[in-house]
């Protein structure tokens, strides 16, 4: 069982009047299996958590701590997360002219696994998860995100999931600029990570529609750099009708 704890985490990013804080004093417990739903407003704070635990160095930590079953994440590089198990699926993938989808994936896979796939059944897995997500079988020789539409990018990031099989993934508004086919299309194969692996889940939204195709176990309202409410499925049913406002005005 793999188990993710923050802790009072607080985070500041570089800005030119200085460090500004972000996260002021985050604490959040994520097991396997289970599937918790980061919401709030613009700004709030959400895609920081993100890059801050994949250890991102724009981001500063500057309090708390986290850890993945014990072991300090904070003092990992970022290759020893993802090799400990965490995955960042990012809100805007980035462009690598010149390196193929197809040795990207076996590249990453090896890397993690601490040997070569054998080339026979990579191949047949790969060709199995690009299928699942409607994806064409010339994707695999294209460069890494180079002239993607932003569905495409999206699709990538979950077949590096799909492939990867990570214990703890970290899903960045994968939501964020996708039609109403590629969302569903991205949350399936969200959800056939989920049945088929223990990995846990946080999933970073701003909206609600992700979450009804992905049913989270838990909900978390992020104001401001602080959870400012928990609950179940039920929560964000409320945010869809009430919206932010009445955690702003408390705020």
């Given at each position: ?5 923050i ?16 996260l ?7 097991n ?12 709030s ?9 994949a ?26 997360r993802?090799r ?8 805007y ?5 010149g390196?193929?989808?197809s ?6 896979k090896t890397?993690?696994?601490g ?9 047949k ?21 180079e ?10 990031e979950?077949?590096?999931m799909?492939l ?8 960045d ?6 039609d109403?086919d ?12 989920r ?23 838990f ?12 609950g179940?499925?039920e ?15 408390n705020s």
């Amino acid at each position: 069982m793999t188990t993710l704890e923050i802790r009072d985490l607080h985070v500041s990013v570089e800005t030119k009047e200085g460090l500004k804080p972000i996260l002021r004093g985050v604490d959040l417990t994520v097991n396997s299996g289970e599937t918790h739903a980061i919401m709030g407003p613009n700004g709030s704070g959400k895609s920081t958590l993100a890059y801050s635990l994949a250890g991102h160095p724009k981001y500063q930590i500057t309090g708390g701590s986290v850890l993945l079953d014990g072991e300090d994440v904070l003092a990992m590089s970022v290759d020893e997360r993802a090799r400990a198990g965490m995955f960042l699926a990012m809100q805007y993938p980035v462009e690598v002219p010149g390196v193929s989808v197809s040795n990207f994936l076996r590249t990453a896979k090896t890397a993690i696994d601490g040997e070569a796939p054998a080339l026979r059944s990579w191949v047949k897995d790969v060709r199995s998860a690009m299928e699942n997500l409607r994806m064409d079988s010339t994707f695999a020789e294209r460069s890494v995100n180079e002239g993607f539409s932003g569905g495409e990018k999206k699709r990538h990031e979950i077949l590096q999931m799909e492939l990867l099989k990570p214990r703890l993934a970290i899903l960045d508004e994968t939501d964020s600029g996708l039609d109403v086919d590629a969302l569903r299309i991205v949350s399936e194969g969200v959800n056939r990570v989920r049945s088929t692996t223990d990995v846990g889940v946080l999933l970073i939204t701003h909206y609600t529609r992700i979450l009804r195709y992905i049913t989270p176990d838990f909900v978390h309202v992020f104001v401001d750099g602080r959870i400012a409410e928990e609950g179940g499925p039920e929560l964000a049913e409320r945010l869809e009708n009430e919206g932010y406002d009445r955690f702003l005005v408390n705020s």
